[in-house]
């Protein structure tokens, strides 16, 4: 079956941790997202790329990294310098770069900092 | 820069009764819009979308949605609830240059039985 698979589902990490969590997708979808959602305000915008070799930040990029080195591939990085990073992220793709096509979701990873 | 409006954080509706979630929208230029619904824990999963043509759009699970141009809004709506469609339901809308996808803060449906 086609899809996005983002894992791990559940995170737990300490302050002052690097994290990193993975986005798979297997649509052959050239653009790739970065959501974080937080209760009460929807989703903002972390990082898109929508070609091998290149991402651009979105709204809320600082305290985060990404790569695209495939194109079934976008992992996250949470970084320490990332003030508040206990979320639910998730991870969505799309048909034919940024134009018209709807946006495909993974089932989300949420992570907390203890 | 595009943004979305969903002015109730709650809409609470009785089993079969018909619903509507409101959504506003401003963009430069025409519109593509999304409507989106979310169960807890889960990934976002798509219902429908307006991008030309027809002002009513039909989707999934018997939703559809109004594209009112001179009211910017996108309003969705079911003629009959269920309590299964009790979710969030989040309006997204881009602009026709290809800008990522700008949602609202989402709508929490409760139907009640």
């Known amino acids: 079956d086609g899809g996005i698979t983002q894992s791990p589902k559940y995170l737990f990490r300490k302050e002052g941790q690097n994290v990193t969590l993975s986005c798979e997708q297997n649509l052959n979808h050239d653009a790739m997202y970065w959501y974080r959602q937080d209760p009460g305000q929807g989703l903002r915008l972390i990082y898109y790329?929508?070609?091998?070799?290149?991402?651009q930040k979105g709204d809320i990029a600082e305290g985060y990294s990404v790569s695209r080195e495939k194109k079934e591939s976008f992992p996250l990085t949470v970084t320490s310098a990332q003030k508040n990073p206990t979320a639910f992220y998730l991870c969505?793709?799309?048909?034919?770069?940024?134009?018209?096509?709807?946006?495909?979701f993974g089932e989300g990873s949420r992570l907390t900092v203890l | 820069a595009q943004s979305v409006a969903q002015p109730e954080d709650q809409v609470n509706v009785a089993e079969g009764n018909p619903l509507t979630v409101k959504c506003t929208y401003s963009?430069?230029?025409?519109?593509?819009l999304f409507w989106y619904v979310q169960y807890p824990n889960r990934g976002l999963q798509f219902l429908l979308k307006?991008?030309?043509?027809?002002?009513l759009v039909k989707g999934s699970y018997g939703f559809e949605a109004e594209f009112n141009k001179s009211q910017t809004s996108f309003h969705l709506k079911k003629p009959s609830a269920l309590v299964s469609d009790s979710a969030l339901y989040f309006c997204?809308?881009?602009?026709?240059?290809?800008?990522?996808?700008?949602f609202g803060k989402g709508t929490r449906l409760s139907v009640i039985a």
């Open positions: 997204a809308v881009r602009d026709a240059q290809g800008t990522p996808l700008v």
């Open positions: 790329s929508q070609i091998v070799n290149d991402f």
């Open positions: 307006y991008i030309t043509g027809d002002n």
């Open positions: 969505a793709s799309s048909i034919g770069g940024l134009r018209g096509g709807e946006l495909f």
């Open positions: 963009v430069s230029g025409n519109p593509y």
